[in-house]
């Protein structure tokens, strides 16, 4: 079957006035119809902007280029932006990671539901509310956005953009970075019933690799603008093929026996504007000559793809 999104070669370059700052580079994947792919990186290594250039929506200082940038057909780079805006309004539904930057603060909370979700009915709104365990809060939509908690405001976004819409492509950047554990693990969980009910494709953001972990099909991992590793999840933990990726799972708490001290990755994320050699080469534990001088092209090692030369020796 084929894939649902198909990404060549995107790339994303800000103009400032220190000059054009690229954030995302040659990045390509393909997203199958009901797939969950995470992505992780650290911050600052073009996560959010890749999410924000698949809907168009990247701001006015920057420059989108893409080999191919296709949605179930449709070119998305060519598309004029009355079409963009009706798939964006149907088909690609994004939960954001600050739900008050997506909510007016001066009306009603009821009342912005049932903008977003035009002739949305009573009955239909608690089916709403009660899949997202917030059937409680019915009574209280006449109040502001302020009244509420951020994880109920996430999962009244949720509600929104994944259940009331049903989209084919739902675009999640980090929405569970602001809950607690409990109610994170509750907005976890709708996520992939959500998948099973309506058959979504999703791309799922997050720095958590342990988040990333439970609800992802395939992981991709992004280091300054590029995915360097992209591979099944089970395939990912078992056999991380790039050396940042190996750092990442080193870092993570739970991999840690208690008491032994949180290793983290030596450095910054420099370097992508480095003209030549592996962005990640200063920080890399199993760096090789060559790794200076020439940046490395994508490649298949065992079921990953992924950009570096040393791959298999340092495996
Ligand atoms: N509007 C902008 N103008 C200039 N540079 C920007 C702009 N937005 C993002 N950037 C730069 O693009 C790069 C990628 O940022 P992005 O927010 O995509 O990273 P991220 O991986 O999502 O980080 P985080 O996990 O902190 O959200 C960063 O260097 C950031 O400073």
């Not at 554990?181 to 969980?189: D, I, S």
């Not at 940042?244 to 290793?263: C, F, I, K």
Request: proline share 6%; glycine share 10%; with cysteine.
């Amino acid at each position: 079957m084929s894939a649902l999104l198909s990404v060549r070669d995107l790339g994303v370059a800000f103009r400032t006035r220190e000059g054009d700052v690229p954030a995302v580079r040659e990045v390509s994947f393909d997203l199958a119809r009901g797939e969950i792919l995470g992505l992780v990186g650290e911050s600052g290594s073009g996560k959010s902007t890749l999410l924000t250039a698949l809907t168009r929506m990247l701001p006015p200082n920057a420059r989108l280029d893409a080999g191919r940038l296709a949605f179930d057909g449709a070119d998305l780079v060519k598309l004029r932006e009355d079409g963009m805006r009706k798939l964006r309004g149907d088909r690609i539904g994004l939960i954001p990671q600050r739900p008050m930057t997506s909510l007016s603060p001066v009306t009603p909370v009821g009342r912005q539901l049932r903008w977003h979700l035009d002739g949305l009915d009573d009955g239909r709104l608690k089916e709403l509310l009660a899949g997202v365990g917030l059937g409680a809060v019915l009574d209280r939509l006449d109040g502001y956005p302020h009244e509420f908690s951020g994880g109920q405001l996430q999962r009244l976004l949720i509600a929104v953009a994944a259940i009331g819409k049903r989209p084919d492509l739902l675009l999640a950047d980090e929405p569970t970075t602001t809950l607690d554990a409990t109610v994170q693990a509750q907005v976890l969980r709708l996520l992939l019933d959500l998948r099973d009910e309506i058959g979504c494709s999703m791309i799922f953001v997050s720095h958590d690799l342990g988040v990333i972990s439970q609800v992802s099909d395939r992981i991709g991992v992004m280091y300054a603008g590029r995915l360097v590793e992209l591979a099944p999840a089970a395939e990912l933990f078992a056999t991380p093929r790039h050396p940042y990726t190996r750092a990442l799972l080193d870092a993570m708490p739970s991999r840690h026996r208690r008491g032994e001290p949180l290793r983290t990755i030596p450095g910054t994320v420099t370097g992508a504007n480095r003209l030549a050699g592996c962005p990640f080469a200063p920080r890399c534990a199993s760096v090789a000559e060559r790794c200076h001088e020439e940046n490395p092209e994508v490649r298949t090692v065992g079921e990953s793809l992924v950009r570096c030369h040393v791959a298999e020796e340092s495996a």
